[in-house]
């Protein structure tokens, strides 16, 4: 389809404002623009039809199954949409009065307490935009804390192998050398490489339980009690909380810090890659160091971005816990786990389970057999899903598991959608045993096929130019 | 109340018989006993959606909302054309994740690649990414991108934003850089060839300034390229219909906050970092890169790119953990940019700095008010204010946001939004209270 | 899989070949476990190189390795064609050499032909 700016045509306009009702300002053409400012002119059909036409051509939740792993695709409620655009949240300047922003305050306060009492956190600051920058507050929590005590000696954090790369890319944004530790055969943290990782010199441990395969690491009290033993701090990396959110909390399982992503566990729309929102919580010793934002005012504290954080998502996610409530957050998670087991159970007999025992919110498949005795790929069933309706699950992660294909159903789809997409998996299991060749080159009936990506990376085209 | 589990308890307990199991609690039989959670969690109970929307426009009304804003701070009231309203709310882009799968996300991408040609089009600059998570991280990551093994200090101009200023030194805390902050004299950066030491890779410049006013922003750059640094710009998108573009003013790298581009006050956020570099600095870019390539057929197609940058990739190596960013604020400043054309940016540029002008004119005729700095301004400006709070609180009262208080005075905004009639009424009110 | 007997090997698939300055690439088993090459950083002339530590790295779409010195030296010259044409390195793995090394004072365990074609063997 056309790009905005072939769509301009030289004149065209929007009439959005009235002419000036004061006399014009002059500016010194010392500080003057001297660039034509090439900016798309269209009227607002053009611009309508436009943005209608690319709207068609993206697939959210709302458009069916989307059981990409580690992302909690979970149906996004409409009335936290509306809750979000209330004016009497969107029109609020971020450094009005503090007795002019009760309200915003109130749901900072309210949705700290939800968060607390679901993470086993004392205290929670919602500042950290999106997951990634939530660790990195996290991970500065810890670093504050050492650098209090003196303990400057400790410049090392611990990673499992199975993490996701935002873990050691923020261990190293924080000034931390990454410790990778292998993981053991189930993906499980292995005692003997974390203990021989341990020393001195050990900063904190960054975990995500379940992990990032999905199982539930059944030694967490050994594993959080051993790096504190050694002195360094436990980090929660939230990712997967959607599992067990009111069933067991990672502050019981002896985490000192956490990020949870309200963009995944609660609920709120990821926007084809955010705004998204990464609280953090943590246990009330730690309290000092939260950044400062609107409910830690004071001199000294970090800032990990400008005012109080992405708080239209926060309202969004406070409009979901309040609808869940005490029943609502256990029941997501044991549906979300039910779910994720169940679609499990109806896939195995074709695609294997790299790990074929009971599985958290998700369950990961190892193609590699498979893809031996096919030549089909991991990548390859996950683009023929398309041409089924389904959006791909997450494609060659965790690492750990070669040709792996990562399902996350979530507890907002029905039996009848697991059911269904079970059945198109076996389907694509049998296809590519009588007849692969077409699932080399899925998906065919999108608006593009495959895009050649080395060619995009090697001549990168990265703007347009007119010819 | 609900959880929006569509299952019934008859088809749960099918999907758990299929299971062996009878009750969804065996699943969870990994973990130890002692720390599953016996009584329910100490909160309310779930509420229905009529309960829900009750209770969240209570919070609302709680707020307090003004008709005219005269504060501006690095969040502007600027007019949000309907359509920019509606567009972004669309469930498609709304609830799609970040787009992975090219074939099913070109809407996405291309909204993406769009919002990179218009922002190197505003800036100057040769190449955008699509995002970050708003002004003041942009900056820190533009003080790291430019850091390497020979120079690693970042200096900051004393005149940016104070919370920019707290995040670059943040992200310096965390990687252990060096962060010097340049003084001010007269409102704007002074003294800033002193410091530019071997060491230094790169200076920060906040052009207007957190005052308001104009830096000599190519002189700087001059500088900081003599000194063998790189120059990073931090620019309101909107002056920049008006105001020499970074490019033009010899940047490096331009950053930004892209709220006033279509973004709503929202208490702070979601907001939008903008970051734009030369081409020489294209692969230190942090942050998703979507760009243009072709299918076997030889149809246009967009993918993210450049990807092994990246933190799922580099991993420890990465020079910025960023994944998710704002991509649906990107989005929506593509949107507003298109809708208002460059025509209607620059009418927006102009008439925010041509009431900015006339509110400053008006309220230095009062008695003990005056600029505190000289020179040019765009759309905020400082003056002394006797009576500091009493005029506030009778700005408030009669539903005007004054300006912000700073050191040494106001620090006032204006926008195409705010008509003469209500700045005149603003005035009058400040001059009652000084009067009285 | 070509490999030429003058040369000499590393473990970590690099190769090296000696002269007035040492000459360091990758090997064509390197490139073709890369797949398709998209970009590589370099180092700059005049940079101090340690055997067996990292002086650059080479990415493809989906994953970056790190190029491992062979031996402790001064970089002289780099090969700056690559930047615009990291295919080459595809297409012509021992041509397309990236660092020239002088000063050359240690050396990592380097294999010859045979061993490194049983190394790549064992690998494979």
Known sequence: MKLIFERSVPGRRSAILPSCDVEAAPLDEAFARQRELRLPELSETDVSRHYTELSKQVYGVNCGFYPLGSCTMKYNPRIDEEAASLPGFTGIHPLAPEADTKGCRAVLDEAARYLCEISGMDAMTFQPAAGAHGEFTGVLLIKQYHDARGERQRTKIIVPDSAHGTNPATAAMCGYEVVNIASSADGCVDLDALRAALGPDTAGLMLTNPNTVGIFDKNILEITRLVHEAGGLCYYDGANLNAVMGVVRPGDMGFDCIHMNL????????????????????????????????????????????????????????????????????????????????????????????????????????????????????????KSLIDRGMHPPTMYFPLIVHEALMLEPTETESKQTLDEAAAVFRDLYRQAYDDPEPMHTAPHGTPIGRPDEVKASRTPVLRWRQD | MGSYVPST???????????????????????????????????????????????????????????????????????????????????????????????????????????QTMICELTGMDVSNASVYDGATAAAEAAAMCRDRKRSVTLISGAAHPDVINTVRTYCYGTGHALRVVPVKDGVTDALKALLTPDVSSFIVQQPNFFGQLEDAKALGALVHEAGAQYVMSCNPISLAILASPAECGADVAVGEGQPLGLPLGWGGPYLGIMAATQKLMRKLPGRIVGQTTDAEGRRAFVLSLQAREQHIRREKASSNICSNEALCALTAGLYLATMGPEGLQEVARQSMAKAHYLCSELCKLDGVARVYPGAFFHEFVTTLPRQDAVLAALSKAGILGGLPVDGGVLWCATEKVTKAELDRAVAIVKEVLAG | MNIPNELKYTKSHEWLKEGDVVEVGITDFAQDALGDIVFINLPEAGDEVVAGERFGDVESVKAVSDLLSPVSGIICEVNEELLDAPELLNSDPYGA????????????????????????????
């Open chain 1, 263 to 382: 963009h995944k566990t609660f609920a709120t729309p990821h926007g084809g890659g955010g705004p998204g929102a990464g609280a953090v919580g943590c246990k009330d010793f730690l309290k000092d160091f939260l950044p400062r934002s609107a409910l830690m005012e004071g001199e000294g504290r970090l800032q990990v971005r400008a005012f109080a954080g992405n708080f239209l998502v926060v309202v969004r996610a406070l409009a979901y816990l309040k609808t869940l409530g005490r029943e609502g957050v256990p029941e997501a998670a044991k549906n979300a786990v039910l779910n994720a087991n169940y679609l499990m159970q109806q896939i195995k007999g074709s695609f294997e389970p790299a790990f074929d025992r009971v599985c958290m919110h998700e369950f990961v498949l190892d193609l590699s057999r498979f893809k031996k005795e096919t030549g089909v790929s991991a990548l390859d069933v996950a």
């Open chain 2, 9 to 115: 308890p008859a088809e749960r307990q099918q999907m758990l018989a299929a299971l062996g199991m009878e009750d969804a609690l065996q699943l969870y039989a990994d973990v130890p006993e002692a720390m599953l959670l016996t009584g329910p969690l100490d909160l309310p109970a779930g509420k229905s959606e009529l309960q829900v929307r009750g209770e969240m426009e209570a919070l609302a009304a709680q707020n307090t909302r003004y008709g005219t804003i005269l504060r501006g701070a690095g969040a502007y009231d600027h007019y949000i054309p309907s359509i920019v309203k509606y567009i972004p709310a669309k469930e498609e882009f709304l609830t799609a994740y970040t787009p992975y799968q090219a074939e099913i996300s070109q809407g996405i991408l291309q909204s993406i690649f769009e919002y």
């Open chain 3, 97 to 124: 050499w990236i660092i020239r090394v002088e000063q050359v004072n240690d050396y990592e365990a380097l294999l010859d032909a045979a061993d490194y074609e049983a190394h790549c063997a064992e690998e494979a």
